[in-house]
């Protein structure tokens, strides 16, 4: 099996624009109170890109998740519907604010099934949280009757899904409020950090006391309910740090050229993946244009002589270093955290039902997954060549 040295691919890639926005902002301000400055660029950016009326930058996804759950006034005694199969992080900030949470199985393609929500509806739900995983969007025409039907709101953890459309529509611009990630390995990525938007006046102003206080929250929290809390906020500072603002504004600029290159390399992995026998990849819903954050393959036991986790292994030893089954992204009734919280908090109890019921088709699709990394840049297509090269020798060696 070839061994190429184009097996590690590094994310993001440092550019010169990079460089110098890290040197201009050391001598221009590594501290800000209000939203001037780097996060009135990078926040006024984020809107016309992704299409959200209001937008705030903060430390971390988990941040912005929090703030998100924060804005829209869910507290104690409220439930909320989460997806069974997801990064733990799109449902831990729940517990902060005393939410109840009723967990929603998946359907075949890992993204949450609008029927196990619906069917998991009762007078108390205030929300339902989805996840477009790997980047693939839910199926939000669905999800939006839903809701709507019903009057609870719909949220979105969009922290794979950086550029993803819903029938021509951004990701993170259809519900009542969205989550993004930028952590490292995130499409856009600050090292650490996260943004929140929403169309919600109230729930943006909220989000801002909970993370800023003084100059930034003067400036903006007009609402009469709120405004007297301006000063102090609610207590924590959640701001996104003004070098890691300066890391992924130039990214930002050059979004589109990203997301066409990894549109390409999704596309040429896709049909040669396609023509091994026993890998498949996830399907995808007409309406989607994924993001690529990942690419999930669904793997076919019955047809190899070895088992999904062997075969994963014998792939990064040849080469493909990046083929990974995800570990804590994964059914989250595995955590005792969601099983067992009240071990480390009276406040929880027996708030939380875990019914195996609703993790039936997780726990099948975890079981069955692995996924790759979507590449861009001038080398991209070194690694395509690279990864097909192995994933279809390795295929042929152990096929059963």
Known sequence: M??????????????DEIKDSVNRQLFEDISIYDN?????RLESTFKEIFDVENAIAVNSGTTALFSMFYGAGIGRGDEVIVPSYTFFATCSPLHQLGAELKFADCGDNGN????SVEALISDKTKAVIITHMWGIPCDMDELIDICERHEILLLEDSSHAHGATWDGKM???FSDGSAWSFQGKKILTSGEGGFFATKHREFYERAVLVGHFNKRAKKEVNTDSLRDFAITGTGLNLRMHPLGASVVMPQMLNF?????????TAHLLKTGIEQIDGLKIVRIPKKANPAWYAMPVMFDKSKFSIGLHEFVDILNQAGALEADIPGSTCPI???SLFHSPNKISRDYG?????????????IKFHNSMFKLDIWYGEERFNFIDNYLSIISSVTEKYRR
């Open 2 to 15: 070839m061994k190429s040295k184009y097996c590690k691919f590094s994310h993001p890639i440092i550019t």
């Open 36 to 40: 001037g400055g780097i996060y009135e």
């Open 112 to 115: 949450v099934d609008p029927k």
């Open 171 to 173: 990701i993170g611009s």
């Open 256 to 264: 589109e050229q990203m997301m066409q290159e990894k549109r390409e």
């Open 333 to 335: 009734n595995e955590y």
């Open 350 to 362: 027996e708030k939380i039902r875990i019914n195996k019921a609703y993790f039936g088709n997780a």
